[in-house]
């Protein structure tokens, strides 16, 4: 089991950028495949993008493809999510999740632990 602190959200005008982190506890950080969710008021938990244990490999969903990036530092057991050119639709609690294997998955039901989640607004 790891525990994880998302941080780094807030408000931001359309077009800003934010960088949020995900604090991650333990000693096997690089045995997690780690990705980052999104949570809009009134929706489902929906994926964003992922990174594989040795952060070789990434995943986005097409939405955010050249604007987003997903990145990890293992000496830090952080995991971080760079977002360009925000847009109004990005706005939602994002969560990070971490899943035991190092393979990574979009469906949240596959990912073992999760953090608090961030909120992000981006207003017009």
């Known amino acids: 089991q790891v525990q994880l602190v998302e941080s780094g959200g807030g408000p931001v005008q359309a077009g800003d950028s934010l960088r949020l982190s995900c604090a991650a506890s333990?000693?096997?950080?690089?045995?997690?495949?780690m990705a980052w969710f999104r949570q809009a008021p009134g929706k489902g938990r929906d994926f964003v993008a992922a990174i594989s244990g040795s952060g070789v490999s990434t995943y986005y969903i097409d939405s955010v493809k050249g604007r987003f990036t997903i990145s990890r530092d293992n000496a830090k057991n952080t995991v971080y999510l760079q977002m360009n050119r925000l847009k109004p639709e990005d706005t939602a609690v994002y969560f990070c999740a971490a899943r035991v294997g190092g393979v990574f998955v979009t469906a949240p039901a596959l990912y073992d632990d999760w953090g608090q989640g961030t909120q992000v607004t981006v207003s017009s």
């Open positions: 333990g000693r096997t950080f690089s045995s997690y495949a």
